[in-house]
């Protein structure tokens, strides 16, 4: 026979069987052109998808709406065109699509599934080989004797551009991709009392690489001859990690068994957890199965424990054995030395870096030194700054103390709260004008005020230093204006310095009202030396406007925490 003639005869069996290559179908949407009113009938529960049309405006999308007819004015369906969505009997209706006009309309009547004269379930999905040929059915066909059917997937016919064809309705595919996984549609047409439906069932499809499974199972973990650390006592986890070739019907079967003695004909079978399972394209389908053993022993470690896995085709398996894990521990000659190294080093990085605010912790509040009263001119050197609102309560300040009579002034004087007195009835007056008048006034100390007991022309940072030097106190009065300015803040940074470096020095910051939380990084920011001793040097806190048990306890503090008094306080009287 010649080589010609057995060329022909492998092709011929190829048209036998009905794939029609390049009989393509005529090109056809779900909704023809010269119809304006379709009806499609559908059964409950399959799917479905609204046709599309070619608009005058190709770039808006498609919307069908169902009509209100008879809907007592309740929210309608909609459904955009080329969308799947199962059919339900609450779909049936008329729907227009505002898009292409009202003149276009879509009858959609949702069947029962027990009005069909014969309805097979397994008929609305199949499977299809991968790189073979396939046949897809039309359900219901068989009860029909109509065999005129249009096949579609989307809005587009199957054979549009593709070999494959239609005989006796069922769909024929020359070779099946992974792009056919999906939902295809067939549609029959009926006449019914001079009107033509479009009966249309929906199948699902699904493309797989093989129908029954061609290799046993491959186990990629454990690997075969292995061990696996265990600590006695304590619960122990085996995982075994399967790949299954794909089936049609997947039902894995693996277990986890115990040999004894290592005799795999003496194995008990380990309590599972319930195995868990995923796809993996194209091999097929991921299986972990674990096993828990519990309370490791010593006899737990002269068995041998086994994985097998099975399927159609066999099995596949992999043992494995458990080892003691051992413990390290330091010996307490090497461990004690490096944990005491560790606690110290860690003690110094914190006292290298907290060092200067423990300097200044103690050196305000533990140690002040003994010195003679005389050699300081000033008892308190008091920073502030004069605010507008302090210039005008100045102006309206009563007569000084030497002014009031004896007895006024004795019950002031022994008084705690300047506020009882006749000059401390505003008690909205800012601190910066009240508290010099009690401190020299009322309580008799020495202060030291910039503005008045400094000579004019000098530098101004030299007479800070030397005011700071000659006085035994530092008193700041912090408010949202002293944070602000640079003068103030240089003049407690220089009390800070003064402090690191002679602690006789006393210091103590009041905050007033005027000082705000948003003021902690002011503009321009403060020196690192003045945040850092912010945090830790003594404080009082001061409201004006709130007279009472709270306007006292703040005089009392301040009084104690002020240097021993060494000038008292002497009164002319006139007999």
Known sequence: MLPGHIVIFLIVP???????????????????????????????????????????????????????????????????????????????????????????????????????????????????????????????????DNTDVRWYKGNKTVCERRDCCVKNGRLHLCQVKKQDTGVFFCDRQVNERGVRWTFRRSVNVRAVPHFSPSYRPTISHPVGKTTEKVELGRNHTLTCEIYFPFEMKFSPEVLWYMNYGGNTNNATPLPLEPHKQEEVEPRGFKVTQRAIIKDVTLQHLNNTYTCIASNAVGNSSVTIKLERKIKVKWPSLVGYPIVALVLVGGLGIVLHVKWLELQLIYRSRFQHGKHDIDEKEFDVFLSYVWSPTSADVEGLLTPSFSSRPENYAEACSSSMDPLNCEEGKATQRPLEVLLPRVLEDRWGYRLCLLERDMLPGGAYTND???????????????????????????????????????????????????????????????????????????????????????????????????????????HSTDQ
Not at 513 to 539: H, Y
Not at 550 to 563: G, I, V, Y
């Open 14 to 144: 190829v048209f036998s069987e009905g794939c029609c290559a390049g009989n393509f179908q005529k090109k056809r949407t779900g909704l023809e052109q010269n119809i304006t009113h379709q009806h499609y009938r559908v059964v409950e529960g399959e799917s479905f998808m609204m046709p599309c049309l070619k608009c005058v405006n190709r770039n808006m999308a498609v919307v069908w709406s169902r009509t209100r007819e008879g809907r007592d004015g309740k929210e309608q369906p909609s459904f955009h065109c080329g969308r799947e969505f199962p059919a339900e009997a609450k779909h049936s209706g008329k729907y227009t699509s505002l898009t292409c006009g009202s003149n276009l309309s879509v009858h959609l009547q949702v069947v029962e599934k027990s009005s069909l004269r014969c309805f097979q379930p397994e008929e609305t999905s199949t499977s299809l080989l991968l790189a073979a040929g396939g046949e897809i059915p039309c359900p219901g066909l068989n009860c029909s």
């Open 464 to 570: 800070v230093v030397l005011a700071v030097q000659r006085s035994r106190m530092l008193i700041c009065l912090l408010s949202a204006d002293y944070l602000s300015n640079s003068n103030a803040v240089f003049e407690l940074e220089s009390g800070v310095q003064a402090l690191l470096q002679n602690s006789s020095l006393k210091l103590l910051l009041i905050r007033t009202s005027r000082a705000s939380a948003s003021l902690v990084q002011p503009k321009p920011p403060l020196p690192i030396l003045v945040q850092r001793a912010l945090k830790v040097l003594p404080s009082l806190d001061w409201t004006s406007g709130k007279p009472g048990r709270p306007t006292s306890n703040f005089w009392e503090t301040l009084r104690k925490r002020l240097p021993d008094h060494r000038v008292q306080l002497v």
